[in-house]
C-alpha cells in the first residue's frame, strides 16, 4: 500500500468553469469538490499487459491505412517518459492517443469540418510504457481547425493523451502541442489553465536527435502524474 | 535562496474533447484497428458473487443528457478485493477485471455496466467502507476529469457509517451518490454536473 498521492495543484489544473470557454458554463460542477485521504479504490487501478497491443497500435501512418498505402500529412515521431511527480518513471503505463488528420479532420460521424478525410488515416493509436516509463509512437502532424465557440475559434494543433498510471486517482487525460504554434495562446481551450509555466508543460518541443533522417520530425512530449507519497517508516527494514 | 525543491508538478489536465472515443473506444465509433474497445466487458469468464447492471447518464446544468461524455468505473471484485498488484489480503476474482469503460449510447447517452455487487473494502484506519464503485467522467466542456462513487441505496446499514458519506457536509446531498434499484440485481446511477441535484465530486 502506498501512503496516498501528493495534493493535486488545483491552481495549476484547470478550473470546471472558465466561460471563454462556453461548453464549461453548464459542464463545471458549482459546489465545493469533497477532499478525503485516498483509500485502496483510489490507489489501485487496472493493469494493462503488453499481449494487448497489435504490431501497428503505435504507428498512426499504417494502421488504418490500406496495404500498400499510408496517411498524408507531415511525418513525426512522438516519444517521451511518463513520470511521476518524484521524477520517477512509470512502467506499464497506457498510453491512448486521438487526434485529428492533417487537414484538421477527425474521423467522426458528429464531425462537420469541411476538410477532406485522409481515407488512410484513423487517428488513434496507443503504446504502453516500457521500465523506465518509455513510449513512442509514429503518426502525421495534425492539422487546426475551427470549432463552434466564439464565431473564429481555432484548436491549435495537438495529440490527445488518455494516461493510466498505477493508481486510479492518478487518472489523467490531457493534450499536446507543438512547439513554435501560433494558435497556442490564442486558445480557449488551454486558456483554462491561467499559469504559462504550466502551459509550456504541455508544449512538446522539436527533437532533432529523434528524428528519423530523410524520413519524419520528431517531438519529445514527457507526461507527468501524480507522485505517491513518501513516509519516514517506508525506508526502514521490515520489523526493525 | 534556497536549494529547490526537485519536484515536478502533474501535467495540466485538458479536457477530453469531443472525440474521445475515437481513442480510447475506436470500434465504438466504427474505427475498427484494435481487437475490440478496452472495459467493454469487465468479467473474463464466470464470476463470484452477485452479477448487477448499473445504467444512468450524465445530464448538465440544463439538465440535457450528454451524448459525448466518456464513464469508467473501478471496483472490488465481490469478495472487496482488488484485482491490483497492490492488493495484499488477498487474491481477487481472476475472472472480473473490475474496470469498465462505456462511451454512452450515441443517442441516448446512457451507460451501462454488467458488474457484479463489490464488497467492502477498508479505508486507511481499518474500518470498512460501504461497497461502491469509484467512477470517473470525461467529456467535452469538462477541463479535468470528475470523480465520484456509486454507492448503492440497498446497503443502508454500511452507508450509515462510511467514512466518505459521513464526512459530507451537506448529508441531503448523499442520495446524489445512492444507486437506485430499478430491478432484480439493476440499477440506475444518474450523473448531475450541476443544479439541485448535483452529484457530490471528489478532490482525491
Redesign the interface.
Given at each position: 500500500?502506498?501512503n496516498?498521492?501528493?495534493v493535486?495543484?488545483?491552481g495549476?489544473?484547470?478550473?470546471?468553469l472558465?466561460p471563454p470557454?462556453k461548453?464549461?458554463?453548464?459542464?463545471?460542477?458549482?459546489?465545493a469538490?469533497?477532499?478525503?485521504?485516498?483509500?485502496?479504490?483510489?490507489?489501485?487501478?487496472?493493469?494493462?499487459g503488453h499481449n494487448?497491443l497489435?504490431k501497428?497500435?503505435n504507428d498512426l501512418i499504417l494502421?488504418?491505412a490500406r496495404p500498400g498505402e499510408e496517411a498524408i500529412g507531415p511525418r513525426i515521431m512522438v516519444h517521451g517518459r511518463v513520470?511521476?511527480?518524484?521524477?520517477r518513471g512509470v512502467p506499464g503505463a497506457l498510453v491512448?492517443?486521438?487526434q485529428a488528420n492533417a487537414g484538421g479532420r477527425?474521423?467522426?460521424?458528429?464531425?462537420s469540418y469541411l476538410a477532406a478525410l485522409d481515407p488512410n488515416f484513423?487517428?488513434?493509436g496507443?503504446v504502453i510504457t516500457d521500465a523506465e516509463g518509455h513510449y513512442e509512437f509514429r503518426t502525421i502532424h495534425p492539422g487546426a481547425y475551427p470549432w463552434p465557440n466564439g464565431m473564429n475559434d481555432w484548436r491549435p494543433a495537438h495529440i490527445?493523451f488518455?494516461i493510466f498510471g498505477?493508481?486510479?486517482?492518478q487518472?489523467?487525460?490531457?493534450?499536446m502541442y507543438f512547439e513554435g504554434d501560433p494558435l497556442i495562446w490564442r486558445c480557449p481551450?488551454?486558456g483554462?489553465?491561467s499559469n504559462p509555466e504550466?502551459?509550456k508543460?504541455?508544449i512538446a518541443p522539436l527533437d532533432m536527435n529523434r528524428t528519423v533522417p530523410m524520413d519524419a520530425l520528431a517531438y519529445k512530449f514527457d507526461?507527468?502524474?501524480?507522485?505517491a507519497r513518501q513516509s519516514f517508516f517506508e525506508n526502514r527494514q521490515e520489523g526493525v | 535562496m534556497t536549494q529547490p525543491l526537485s519536484y515536478l508538478k502533474e501535467s495540466p489536465s485538458q479536457t477530453a474533447g469531443p472525440y474521445v472515443h475515437i481513442g480510447c473506444t475506436p470500434n465504438f465509433t466504427g474505427i475498427g484497428i484494435y481487437g475490440g474497445d478496452l472495459g467493454t466487458s469487465m468479467k473474463t469468464g464466470p464470476v463470484k458473487g452477485t452479477e448487477i447492471t448499473v445504467t444512468g447518464a450524465v445530464f448538465d446544468g440544463m439538465g440535457s443528457v450528454l451524448k459525448d461524455a466518456m464513464i469508467e468505473v473501478w471496483q472490488a471484485d465481490a469478495a472487496g478485493l482488488y484485482p491490483s498488484p497492490k492488493e495484499t489480503r488477498g487474491v481477487a476474482d481472476p475472472n472480473f477485471t473490475g474496470w469498465g469503460r462505456s462511451p454512452g449510447d450515441m443517442e441516448t447517452g446512457e451507460f451501462h455496466f454488467e458488474t457484479v455487487k463489490p464488497g467492502q473494502v477498508p479505508w486507511p484506519d481499518g474500518r470498512l467502507q460501504a461497497p461502491h464503485i469509484t467512477a470517473w467522467v470525461v467529456a467535452r466542456g469538462i477541463n479535468i476529469g470528475l470523480h465520484t462513487r456509486i454507492y448503492f441505496e440497498d446497503e443502508a446499514e454500511a452507508n450509515a457509517v462510511d467514512p466518505i458519506l459521513t464526512r459530507i457536509e451537506h448529508q441531503s446531498r448523499v442520495p446524489t451518490l445512492l444507486a437506485r434499484k430499478i430491478g432484480d440485481r439493476a440499477y440506475r446511477f444518474d450523473i448531475h454536473l450541476q443544479g439541485p441535484d448535483e452529484t457530490v465530486f471528489f478532490d482525491i
Amino acid at each position: 500500500m502506498s501512503n496516498g498521492y501528493h495534493v493535486r495543484d488545483r491552481g495549476w489544473q484547470p478550473p470546471g468553469l472558465y466561460p471563454p470557454y462556453k461548453t464549461t458554463i453548464k459542464r463545471s460542477p458549482q459546489a465545493a469538490l469533497l477532499s478525503f485521504p485516498t483509500s485502496i479504490s483510489e490507489e489501485t487501478g487496472p493493469v494493462f499487459g503488453h499481449n494487448i497491443l497489435g504490431k501497428l497500435d503505435n504507428d498512426l501512418i499504417l494502421n488504418y491505412a490500406r496495404p500498400g498505402e499510408e496517411a498524408i500529412g507531415p511525418r513525426i515521431m512522438v516519444h517521451g517518459r511518463v513520470l511521476d511527480e518524484n521524477g520517477r518513471g512509470v512502467p506499464g503505463a497506457l498510453v491512448e492517443v486521438w487526434q485529428a488528420n492533417a487537414g484538421g479532420r477527425y474521423r467522426h460521424k458528429k464531425e462537420s469540418y469541411l476538410a477532406a478525410l485522409d481515407p488512410n488515416f484513423g487517428g488513434c493509436g496507443r503504446v504502453i510504457t516500457d521500465a523506465e516509463g518509455h513510449y513512442e509512437f509514429r503518426t502525421i502532424h495534425p492539422g487546426a481547425y475551427p470549432w463552434p465557440n466564439g464565431m473564429n475559434d481555432w484548436r491549435p494543433a495537438h495529440i490527445h493523451f488518455s494516461i493510466f498510471g498505477q493508481a486510479f486517482a492518478q487518472r489523467l487525460i490531457t493534450q499536446m502541442y507543438f512547439e513554435g504554434d501560433p494558435l497556442i495562446w490564442r486558445c480557449p481551450i488551454l486558456g483554462a489553465v491561467s499559469n504559462p509555466e504550466a502551459i509550456k508543460t504541455l508544449i512538446a518541443p522539436l527533437d532533432m536527435n529523434r528524428t528519423v533522417p530523410m524520413d519524419a520530425l520528431a517531438y519529445k512530449f514527457d507526461i507527468v502524474l501524480r507522485g505517491a507519497r513518501q513516509s519516514f517508516f517506508e525506508n526502514r527494514q521490515e520489523g526493525v | 535562496m534556497t536549494q529547490p525543491l526537485s519536484y515536478l508538478k502533474e501535467s495540466p489536465s485538458q479536457t477530453a474533447g469531443p472525440y474521445v472515443h475515437i481513442g480510447c473506444t475506436p470500434n465504438f465509433t466504427g474505427i475498427g484497428i484494435y481487437g475490440g474497445d478496452l472495459g467493454t466487458s469487465m468479467k473474463t469468464g464466470p464470476v463470484k458473487g452477485t452479477e448487477i447492471t448499473v445504467t444512468g447518464a450524465v445530464f448538465d446544468g440544463m439538465g440535457s443528457v450528454l451524448k459525448d461524455a466518456m464513464i469508467e468505473v473501478w471496483q472490488a471484485d465481490a469478495a472487496g478485493l482488488y484485482p491490483s498488484p497492490k492488493e495484499t489480503r488477498g487474491v481477487a476474482d481472476p475472472n472480473f477485471t473490475g474496470w469498465g469503460r462505456s462511451p454512452g449510447d450515441m443517442e441516448t447517452g446512457e451507460f451501462h455496466f454488467e458488474t457484479v455487487k463489490p464488497g467492502q473494502v477498508p479505508w486507511p484506519d481499518g474500518r470498512l467502507q460501504a461497497p461502491h464503485i469509484t467512477a470517473w467522467v470525461v467529456a467535452r466542456g469538462i477541463n479535468i476529469g470528475l470523480h465520484t462513487r456509486i454507492y448503492f441505496e440497498d446497503e443502508a446499514e454500511a452507508n450509515a457509517v462510511d467514512p466518505i458519506l459521513t464526512r459530507i457536509e451537506h448529508q441531503s446531498r448523499v442520495p446524489t451518490l445512492l444507486a437506485r434499484k430499478i430491478g432484480d440485481r439493476a440499477y440506475r446511477f444518474d450523473i448531475h454536473l450541476q443544479g439541485p441535484d448535483e452529484t457530490v465530486f471528489f478532490d482525491i
